[in-house]
């Protein structure tokens, strides 16, 4: 029995979906980058007591599919949430040199790649974001 050759797919997505070219999600002083795979395709304004707080636009993502990188100069400040929801397996994430909330993501059991992150897409520009639907929940 043989198998049929198939033509490769295109991998030309149609003209109305969103970006699939890696974009880089910068804090205001640029020492904090995270590179993502793509834009997303949707955006959380999340609602919950802390993230109403920092007035963060989250994208979420698995923690494999993106790059975080700190510059020499600056490093992260984690801020381990411990309350009646969390017990200090999530952490925020912010720049010490200009303060701007990058990203959150999981501690202790939940760091793998596969895990889910947030990246806070105020880091992206305007025209980066613009378009992509937006939500408001009370959690990722
Ligand atoms: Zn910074």
């Given at each position: ?56 636009l989250w994208g979420y993502f698995t923690r494999g599919a993106l790059t975080v ?72």
């Amino acid at each position: 029995m043989t198998s049929a050759e198939s033509k490769a797919p295109q991998n030309t997505p149609p003209l109305d979906s969103p970006s699939v070219e890696p974009v880089v999600a910068k804090c205001h002083c640029g020492r904090v980058q995270i590179t993502l795979p793509s834009k997303p395709t949707k955006l959380n304004e999340c609602q919950c007591t802390v993230c109403y707080k920092y007035g963060a636009l989250w994208g979420y993502f698995t923690r494999g599919a993106l790059t975080v990188t700190t510059a020499p100069d600056a490093r992260l400040i984690s801020y381990q949430r411990c309350d009646e929801y969390c017990q200090g397996d999530l952490s925020f994430n912010s720049c010490s040199h200009c303060g701007c909330m990058t990203h959150w993501w999981g501690e202790k059991e939940w760091t793998g790649p596969e895990h889910k992150m947030g990246v806070n897409c105020r880091m992206l520009t305007q025209e980066e974001i613009a378009g992509i639907p937006r939500s408001l929940s009370k959690g990722p």
